[in-house]
C-alpha cells in the first residue's frame, strides 16, 4: 500500500512538473538537475557494490578454474590490444563525440550538463557563458567526466576510457556466458567472439555512445543474474543501481525493462509477491527522474529525420538489411552467426536461451523503425552494438555444444583444436577490417585533423569562432559560435570583441563547405564584415579548411 502511494505520488509530481514547464524550461532545469542525479546513481552502485563485494566475489572466483581464468585474462588483454593498437582511434559520428567530450568537460569542471556555445578557459579553470542541453542521454558524458577529474581534459583519455570498457565487456560477457549457460567454456567462446566481432572493435576505439551503453548493460544483466543467484535485498539493491545508470545510456535501454521482467516472472515469480521487489521499482523511478524529464523534454526532436523518425514505413527495408548483415559476411563473422543460431536451436536450457533470445530481440528490433536504422548506411551500423553481446552468448553457447558432441565422435583433443582454430582464421581474416577507418564522415574526420593543428596557432587568450566550438574547448583554447556574429550581434559586438579585440579567429570549417544556406551564411557573414588575414589552410579531397584572423572593426 505504502509502495502504490509512493509510485503515485512520485507519478503526479512528476506529470505536474511537465505540464507547469515547457520543454525548453525543463532543459535548463535539467543542466545542473542530470549531473546530481548521475553523482546519486553512481554513489548508490559503489554503495551496494562495496555491500555486496564478498558474496559477489565468491561466485566470481568460482566461475572457472584457474586455466579459464587465465584464458579469459588473455581474452581480456587481446580485446584491450585489438582497440588500443590495431583499430584507428577516430572519431566515427561526426560531431557527436564532440558534443560528449564538451558537456564531459563542463560536467568535470562545473557539474553542468550542457555544451558551452561560448566556452572560455582562463588559467585551467573553465567557464561555459553561452550554455546549451543535448538532446542525448548523459551517462556516457559523466563516466567520461570522472576519467576528466582524474586524469586531465584529453581526447587521449577519452579514447582509453573506451578502450578500457572493451575489455571490461568482454570480462562481462564471459561471466554472464558461464552463469547463464552453466559452463565456463560457453563463457569463455562468448567472449572470444565478442572481442573479435569488428565492429565492437572498430567503435570501441571511438567515442560513441554505443559501445559503453552496450558495456553498461551487459554489467546490469551480470548482476541481474546475481540477484536470482543470492535473492537478498543487498543484491536487488545493487541489480536496481546498476540498471539505473545502465539506462540513462540510451533511451533504448529502457526496452530492456521487458527482459528483467521475463526473468523475475520466470525465475523468481515468489519476489514478484514481496513488498521489497516494488520499493525498489520505486527507487528505480525516483533515481531516473531527471532521465525521464529529459525523454519528455527532447520527445520532438526530429533526431536528423526529415519526416517521421519512427514509422512502420522502414521497417521491412530495415528488416531485410539488418538481417542480411549477420550472414553476407562483408561485415559480420559468418561462423559466429551460425553457432548463435545452433545455440539457440541446441536443445535443453530453454529459460536462459528465452532470456539471452529476448535480449537480442529488444536490442536489434527497436532500430527496426527508426529512420535511420538500416546497418547498411555508414555510421548507422553502431546500433547494432547493443545486439552483439546476446549474439555472442548464443554463439557461445553454439560452440561450447558442438564441442562437447563432437568429442564423442572424434579424439577428444582434436574438436577444441578445431574450433579454436577456425574462430582465430575469422580474427586473421577480418584484421584488415578492423584497421579501416572508413569513408563515412571522411570530411567530418579531415576538419577535425585540421582543427587540431590550428588550435596549436592559436594564443591562450584568443577565441575561434566556429560552428563546432567543443573542439577547440577540449583542446584547451577559447571557442564559440560563428553564428554570434549573426544571429546575436550585440552579443558578439559587447562582449566577445572587447575581451578579444584583435585575437579573434574564424574557423573555415566543414560546414562552410555545404550546401546548407544558413551554415555557410555564418562563415560568409565573417568574412564579408570583417577584414581577415589568412593564418594557415589545408585542402583535403576538395573541401577547404583554413583558420583567418579577424582584423580590427567592422566593414560593412
Given at each position: 500500500m505504502g509502495v502504490g502511494a509512493g509510485l503515485a505520488a512520485w507519478g503526479a509530481v512528476l506529470i505536474g512538473w511537465m505540464n507547469v514547464y515547457s520543454p525548453m524550461e525543463i532543459r535548463r532545469q535539467l543542466i545542473p538537475l542530470c549531473p546530481i542525479f548521475l553523482w546519486i546513481g553512481v554513489a548508490c552502485l559503489a554503495y551496494t557494490l562495496c555491500l555486496n563485494f564478498a558474496p559477489l566475489w565468491k561466485i566470481i572466483r568460482e566461475s572457472g578454474t584457474r586455466r579459464q581464468w587465465l584464458t579469459a585474462a588473455v581474452i581480456c588483454l587481446l580485446a584491450f590490444l585489438l582497440v588500443h593498437d590495431v583499430a584507428p582511434r577516430t572519431h566515427r559520428l561526426f560531431y557527436d563525440e564532440d558534443i560528449y567530450e564538451a558537456i564531459a568537460l563542463n560536467m568535470a569542471k562545473n557539474n553542468q550538463a550542457a555544451m558551452s556555445n561560448d566556452g572560455r578557459w582562463d588559467y585551467g579553470h573553465f567557464q561555459g557563458k553561452i550554455l546549451e542541453f543535448n538532446k542525448q542521454p548523459n551517462a556516457w558524458p559523466f563516466v567520461m567526466s570522472l576519467a576528466y577529474r582524474i586524469f586531465g581534459i584529453s581526447e587521449k583519455v577519452g579514447f582509453n576510457l573506451s578502450n578500457v570498457l572493451f575489455a571490461v565487456a568482454v570480462m562481462c560477457v564471459f561471466l554472464v556466458g558461464g552463469w547463464l549457460f552453466e559452463s565456463p567454456w560457453a563463457g569463455l567462446f562468448a567472449a572470444y567472439m565478442y572481442a573479435c566481432i569488428p565492429n565492437n572493435v572498430r567503435w570501441f576505439s571511438s567515442m560513441d555512445g554505443d559501445p559503453p551503453t552496450a558495456c553498461f548493460t551487459v554489467l546490469a544483466v551480470l548482476l541481474t543474474l546475481f540477484?536470482?543467484?543470492?535473492?537478498?535485498?543487498?543484491?536487488l539493491f545493487l541489480c536496481v543501481s546498476a540498471w539505473v545508470f545502465a539506462a540513462q545510456f540510451r533511451f533504448e535501454v529502457l526496452l530492456l525493462g521487458l527482459l528483467v521482467f521475463a526473468m523475475f516472472y520466470v525465475e523468481g515469480w515468489d519476489e514478484l509477491k514481496t513488498p521489497r521487489v516494488y520499493a525498489f521499482l520505486l527507487l528505480f523511478f525516483v533515481l531516473l527522474s531527471a532521465h525521464l524529464l529529459q525523454l519528455y523534454a527532447v520527445r520532438d526532436e526530429s533526431w536528423g529525420a526529415r519526416?517521421?523518425?519512427l514509422s512502420l514505413d522502414y521497417f521491412f527495408q530495415n528488416l531485410k538489411t539488418n538481417t542480411v548483415y549477420y550472414f553476407n559476411r562483408k561485415e559480420f563473422p559468418l561462423p559466429f552467426s551460425l553457432l548463435a543460431v545452433a545455440g539457440l536451436g541446441w536443445p535443453g536450457q530453454w529459460k536462459v536461451k528465452l532470456y539471452t533470445a529476448?535480449?537480442?530481440?529488444?536490442?536489434?528490433?527497436?532500430?527496426?523503425f527508426f529512420y535511420a536504422g538500416g546497418y547498411q548506411?555508414?555510421?548507422?551500423?553502431?546500433?547494432?552494438?547493443?545486439?552483439?553481446?546476446?549474439?555472442?552468448?548464443?554463439?557461445?553457447?553454439?560452440?561450447d555444444r558442438l564441442v562437447s558432441a563432437g568429442r564423442r565422435?572424434?579424439?577428444?583433443?582434436?574438436?577444441?583444436?578445431?574450433?579454436?582454430?577456425?574462430l582465430i582464421a575469422e580474427l586473421l581474416f577480418y584484421l584488415p577490417s578492423m584497421r579501416a577507418v572508413g569513408r563515412e564522415t571522411w570530411q567530418c574526420r579531415d576538419d577535425h585533423r585540421a582543427a587540431e593543428y590550428f588550435a596549436s596557432l592559436v594564443p591562450d587568450d584568443g577565441i575561434v569562432m566556429t560552428h563546432n566550438p567543443n573542439m577547440f574547448q577540449i583542446f584547451g583554447k577559447n571557442a564559440a559560435q560563428m553564428s554570434l556574429f549573426t544571429e546575436h550581434s550585440d552579443y558578439a559586438l559587447h562582449v566577445i570583441k572587447p575581451q578579444f579585440q584583435d585575437k579573434i579567429y574564424l574557423h573555415w570549417n566543414y560546414w562552410c563547405n555545404t550546401q546548407d544556406p544558413v551554415q555557410v551564411r555564418f562563415c560568409t557573414n565573417m568574412i564579408d564584415s570583417y577584414e581577415t588575414q589568412l593564418v594557415a589552410e589545408r585542402v583535403v579531397g576538395g573541401a577547404r579548411y583554413a583558420l583567418y584572423r579577424v582584423l580590427g572593426d567592422r566593414i560593412r
Open positions: 540477484f536470482f543467484r543470492s535473492r537478498t535485498k543487498a543484491a519526416g517521421n523518425k529476448l535480449w537480442f530481440l529488444l536490442s536489434w528490433a527497436i532500430f527496426l548506411f555508414g555510421v548507422d551500423v553502431r546500433f547494432s552494438i547493443m545486439s552483439m553481446a546476446p549474439l555472442a552468448l548464443l554463439a557461445g553457447r553454439g560452440a565422435w572424434f579424439r577428444a583433443a582434436y574438436v577444441p583444436l578445431a574450433m579454436g582454430m577456425v
